[in-house]
Nanobody, 114 residues
Framework: QVQLVESGGGLVQPGGSLRLSCAAS????????MGWYRQAPGKQRELVAR???????NYADSVKGRFTISRDNAKSTVYLQMNSLKTDDTAVYYC????????WGQGTLVTVSS
């Protein structure tokens, strides 16, 4: 069973940047598309960005041009570089396969506030 562990969240001011990481156990990481998802207080979880095993990417309109998803298959890790953060980006961020499957990890909290 693959385990996904997110890290890198924190408190940042509007306009700031953060880089999230998601480390996956197991050897199947490289063959699957991966996604970053987020859940803001009182809202449903949503897909923020996804990346295929070949490196093709797709973003939600709300983060396009500000967020960049990448992956290092040798390290079984997927990243989310978040720039020009807004208060609306405040949420718990999760990684999972795309489409999502299995259990969700604990996520990492991103708080954008002045």
């Amino acid at each position: 069973q693959v385990q996904l562990v997110e890290s890198g969240g924190g408190l940042v001011q509007p306009g700031g940047s953060l880089r999230l990481s998601c480390a996956a156990s197991g050897s199947i990481f490289s063959i699957y598309a991966m996604g970053w998802y987020r859940q803001a207080p009182g809202k449903q979880r949503e897909l923020v960005a996804r990346i295929t095993n070949g490196g093709s990417t797709n973003y939600a309109d709300s983060v396009k041009g500000r967020f960049t998803i990448s992956r290092d298959n040798a390290k079984s890790t997927v990243y989310l570089q978040m720039n020009s953060l807004k208060t609306d980006d405040t949420a718990v961020y999760y990684c999972n396969f795309f489409p999502a499957l299995g259990a969700w990890g604990q996520g990492t909290l991103v708080t954008v506030s002045s």
